[in-house]
Nanobody, 123 residues
Framework: QVQLVESGGGLVQPGGSLRLSCAAS????????MGWFRQAPGKEREFVGQ????????YYGDSVKGRGTISRDKGLNRVYLQMNSLKPEDTAVYYC????????????????WGQGTQVTVSS
């Protein structure tokens, strides 16, 4: 079983940057890829992007395309989401999740989720 713990959220001003981290433990080899999602109050959970564990190939949704970069450190079993040029509409709880499907932007394709980390973009 895989456990995921996100960190790095907080309050950031518009135009600022933030790097979120997701620490994975347990049987990480059981999943092919890791994804990032976000959920704003009153909205559905939204796909941000995905990264394949072994190859590092990434796949992004439209929400942060051009402003977000996903990377991973296989040795540390960590996945990162770097976000730049943040906007107030980026305010949400950000989740990392594990899946065996590639590519996949669907919430239902992911079977393991972290608890989420809050990102608030405000002046």
């Amino acid at each position: 079983q895989v456990q995921l713990v996100e960190s790095g959220g907080g309050l950031v001003q518009p135009g600022g940057s933030l790097r979120l981290s997701c620490a994975a433990s347990g049987r990480t080899s059981s999943h092919y890829a890791m994804g990032w999602f976000r959920q704003a109050p009153g909205k559905e959970r939204e796909f941000v992007g995905q990264i394949a564990w072994n190859s590092g190939v990434t796949y992004y949704g439209d929400s942060v395309k051009g402003r977000g970069t996903i990377s991973r450190d296989k040795g540390l079993n960590r996945v990162y989401l770097q976000m730049n040029s943040l906007k107030p509409e980026d305010t949400a709880v950000y989740y990392c999740a594990a899946t065996s499907q590639w590519p996949s932007a669907s919430v239902t394709a992911y079977d393991t989720w972290g608890q989420g980390t809050q990102v608030t973009v405000s002046s």
